[in-house]
């Protein structure tokens, strides 16, 4: 059983940064996947970024490649995504999403925060 809080959201600037955290409560010693996915309003949630247990694979989707970057301290058990440049189109809830396997889509996934807003103003 895994439990993920997020933290970091807010209201910025296009062109401004943030970064997103992601804290793990792990029930029992297991290594696991982690993922971000965002939904915007009227939308259906979408992949945004994962990476592996190890941190030696990362995924991003096209929208935010070159812009966002995530990375993970496992020994705090923690996952960040760093945000630059940021658009109006990034303004949605993002949420930390778990799983013994690394994947893109958001069924793959048993293991999910409650999210946090991220709005990015024009």
């Known amino acids: 059983q895994v439990q993920l809080v997020e933290s970091g959201g807010g209201l910025v600037q296009t062109g401004g940064s943030l970064t997103l955290s992601c804290e793990a409560s792990?029930?029992?010693?297991?290594?696991?996947?982690t993922a971000w996915f965002r939904q915007a309003p009227g939308k259906e949630r979408e992949f945004v970024s994962a990476?592996?247990?190890?941190?030696?694979?990362?995924y991003y989707a096209d929208s935010v490649k070159g812009r966002f970057t995530v990375s993970r301290d496992n020994i705090k058990t923690m996952v960040y995504l760093e945000m630059n440049s940021l658009k109006p189109e990034d303004t949605a809830v993002y949420y930390c999403?778990?799983?013994?396997?690394?994947?893109?889509?958001?069924?793959?996934?048993?293991?999910w925060g409650q999210g946090t807003q991220v709005t990015v103003s024009s």
């Open positions: 999403a778990a799983d013994a396997r690394l994947g893109v889509d958001r069924y793959e996934y048993d293991f």
């Open positions: 792990i029930r029992f010693a297991s290594r696991y996947a």
């Open positions: 990476i592996t247990w190890s941190g030696l694979r990362k």
